[in-house]
């Protein structure tokens, strides 16, 4: 019985760590030295070009004229219409964390007050 409690934490840590990432869209850019500042070599980037291909990948390198990623493929800055890095996000993670932990407060609540025998 020691043990339930901390499964439970880790089962509720688990639940918030689930929905602490998304994509957030960063500025599209022309210059490799602004581009820079919001995307990293290793980040994972979802990218929309012109003609709506859209796919996720892993940026390998940042060049003069554009993005390399996923090996070889180079997507210049002006062919991107929308940029977005996958990271961290607080707000998905508190709101998360507030839900999950209202109702298994709810749901602890409604165990003390249930009678003994059922």
């Known amino acids: ?39 990293q070599p290793g980040d994972h980037v979802r990218i929309t070009v012109r003609g709506g291909e859209r796919f996720e990948t892993t940026v390998v390198q940042i060049q003069a004229d554009g993005f390399v990623v996923s090996g070889t493929r180079l997507v210049p800055y002006n062919e991107i219409v929308r940029l977005e890095r996958h990271g961290f996000s607080a707000g998905r993670t508190i709101t998360l964390g507030l839900v999950v932990g209202g109702l298994f407060a709810a749901f602890l609540s409604a165990l003390s007050h249930m009678p003994v025998g059922m």
């Open 1 to 39: 019985m020691a043990r339930r409690p901390w499964f439970v934490l880790c089962l509720y840590g688990l639940m918030v760590l689930a929905g602490c990432t998304g994509f957030r869209p960063v500025p599209t850019t022309t210059s490799p030295d602004v581009a820079k500042s919001f995307v």
